[in-house]
């Protein structure tokens, strides 16, 4: 494994124990020294890759933002009738926010943040429902009388809702949960042609393939750095700035994208593929 592989996996496992942290302790009472420790790493090691914890903070929340967008993205961009893309997108979320910690303490954090944060996921997934529904309504998919407006506020409470009661109890996020909503929500909106045609219980596989923040191929990122390396050693990272590491820079940038890795070997293409998906690592 390269030095810039390495790296790469250390900054995925340290964002991994930050959202496990945050989740299990909220964002005031987790350490910087439990997020390391549940990263395998050293203190020094995230450090290199992060100034703070409001910088370890933000990068959860820009890992589950990712996820959660390109989730959304392939709802919009979908074939078939649109209310059954909205309620795949419902479906398809839902397992994400159920199998990643990292999307599920993002999205805890940018709902927390208040005022002046950066992003808004809230007012994008609203944004995502709308303009599903708005499409629905111009194929002629809604019923008589039904409007975007009203029923994108009806999806956005209760979605928002299970999202927060999953928080105390997963099983929120489970599919009969969703399908028991738009059972009920499908006959209100739906033409009368349509309604039984859509599935509630959504088109997909229920264990279809999400866009998580974790890595490729069943790894956790929370496993921390290649095995073998132990916690003392992580900061070698933070030693190996001049050594032909692309990560140069202050800390919380993150690894370059494009330089070589100590002897030039390229990193490995899963992992770099990985970190491209999340957008976090390579920025």
């Known amino acids: 494994m390269t030095k ?43 450090h ?8 370890v903070a933000e990068a959860v929340e820009h890992a ?3 996820a959660l967008r390109e989730t959304a993205e392939r709802g919009r961009d979908g074939d078939g009738h ?18 990643d910690v990292v999307v599920r303490a ?23 429902v709308h303009g599903l529904l708005a499409e629905a309504e111009r194929r002629g998919e809604l019923a008589a009388g039904v409007t975007p407006q009203h029923t994108c506020a009806v999806v956005l409470a209760a979605t928002t809702g299970i999202e927060v009661l999953a928080r105390e109890d997963q099983g929120w996020l489970a599919r009969p949960s969703l399908t028991d909503l738009w059972q009920l929500l499908l006959p ?29 191929g069943g790894e956790s990122a929370g496993s921390g750095p290649e095995r073998g390396e132990s916690a003392g050693s ?14 140069g820079g202050p800390a919380g940038s993150g690894p370059a994208g494009s330089g070589s ?20 690592a390579l920025r």
């Open 82 to 99: 649109t209310l059954q893309r909205l309620v795949d997108v419902t479906h398809r979320v839902a397992r994400l926010l159920c199998a």
């Open 48 to 55: 290199f890759h992060f100034a703070n914890k409001a910088a």
């Open 234 to 247: 992580g900061a070698a990272e933070g030693r190996s700035e001049g050594s032909g590491v692309a990560e």
């Open 188 to 216: 209100c909106v739906a033409a009368p042609g349509l309604v039984g045609v859509l599935d509630p219980a959504g088109s997909g596989p229920e264990g279809g393939e999400s866009a998580g923040s974790g890595p490729e």
């Open 64 to 66: 589950a933002a990712d």
């Open 106 to 128: 993002g999205l805890r954090l940018n709902a927390e943040a208040g005022a002046g944060r950066a992003r808004d996921l809230r007012r994008e997934w609203r944004e995502c």
């Open 4 to 46: 810039q592989d390495r790296a790469v996996r250390t900054r995925l496992a340290l964002i991994r124990s930050a959202a496990e942290q945050f989740e299990d302790r909220g964002y005031v009472r987790a350490g910087l020294a439990q997020i390391s420790a549940g990263a395998g790493v050293s203190s020094g090691a995230l």
């Open 261 to 280: 890795a100590g002897s030039g070997a390229s990193a490995d293409p899963g992992l770099r593929a990985e970190a491209r998906r999340v957008g976090l």
